[in-house]
């Protein structure tokens, strides 16, 4: 299945705006991000991955209903995140 899973940001590599990366966290599961697409983001944030690269903000309201939608698609427990 390919979707984009909400991961939040743990620190950011300020460098090339172009090459801009962050580490992020995906219920623990920990993964280098480009943020090329999100110049705004920052840290402590939520953002969707999709193949690797940042494409959106989410709110951590919106972020906990899509852990939510995955939990029940049983979906965290194979990725190994976490889930409440």
Known sequence: MCLA?????LSIDEGDPILRK???SFG????EVSLALLPEASEGQ????HAGVGISIV???E??????YLDQL?????SG???S
Do not use: Q, T
């Open 5 to 9: 899973v909400p991961g939040e940001i």
């Open 22 to 24: 962050a580490r992020v």
């Open 28 to 31: 623990g599961m920990v993964k």
């Open 46 to 49: 939520y953002v969707l991955v």
């Open 59 to 61: 709110n951590d309201a």
């Open 63 to 68: 972020a906990e209903r899509i852990f939510d």
């Open 74 to 78: 049983g979906e965290l427990e194979e």
């Open 81 to 83: 995140g976490a889930s």
